[in-house]
């Protein structure tokens, strides 16, 4: 019995360094998901619930294990994090930081992504590469993007900083930055240089060419008045 109670200490004891030691080195990114998600009540509940950041941690392993060449293990642990969390990050993936997954169910980020700081991406997004070309084939993400549900970015594109990727877009040309894209395939609306949808209500997105037709068709009512 004794024995049995020793090793239970040991273990919390090695729960609680490791908690402690996530939440030293992942403080900007759990202080990024309370920001970005108002569901989220405090600190410690993102440390220990949040999907998203679990398998933040388990990709930096990952990284770490990849740059030394260990590409089956790094592989390995990839696996296993997508199969607790459903989010598959490959380790050859570059991140910056304040990286945030919103619930992140089916989430996918290609080898050769590239994400920079300050990002988020909610549930159902792929950064996928096309073909079955070598070298860079998955997308750059700039600084302060957000993806919306179920989006898709494939190939070796760009998407500029401060951009907005509404639900749903399948994104497969270079976005500049500063811009707001929608439908299939991807259509972009200029925000005048200006940072975009602050509330990060990423399913009411201006659509251009909606907007082009109820131009044409308020057009045409007054055509017929006159």
């Not at 109670?5 to 990114?29: C, E, P, Q, R």
């Not at 096309?130 to 494939?154: D, F």
């Amino acid at each position: 019995m004794a024995c049995l109670l020793n090793i239970i200490y040991i273990l919390a004891a090695l729960a609680l360094i490791k908690l402690t030691l996530i939440s030293v080195f992942f403080y900007g990114d759990i202080r990024a998901a309370q920001k970005k998600d108002p569901a989220a009540k405090s600190f410690i509940e993102v440390l220990l619930l949040y999907q998203g950041l679990h398998a933040l941690v388990a990709y930096r392993l990952g990284h770490a294990l990849y740059k030394m060449r260990l590409f089956f293990f790094a592989r390995w642990l990839s696996q296993m994090t997508r199969w607790m969390t459903g989010i598959e990050i490959h380790p050859g993936a570059k991140i910056g930081k304040r990286f945030f997954i919103d619930h992140g169910m089916g989430v996918v980020i290609g080898e050769t992504s590239i994400i920079g700081d300050d990002v988020l991406l909610y549930q159902g997004v792929t950064l996928g590469g096309t073909g079955l070309e070598k070298g860079k084939r998955h997308p750059t993400i700039g600084n302060n993007v957000v993806i919306g549900t179920g989006a898709k970015i494939l190939g070796n594109i760009t998407i500029g900083d401060n951009s907005y990727i509404g639900a749903n877009a399948v994104v497969i040309k270079d976005v500049p930055s500063n811009s707001t894209v929608v439908g299939v395939p991807g259509r972009i609306t200029k925000q005048d240089g200006k940072k975009i949808d602050i509330s990060l209500d990423h399913i009411h997105v201006l659509d251009p060419i909606m907007q082009a037709i109820e131009e044409l068709q308020k057009r045409i009512e007054k055509l017929e008045k006159k």
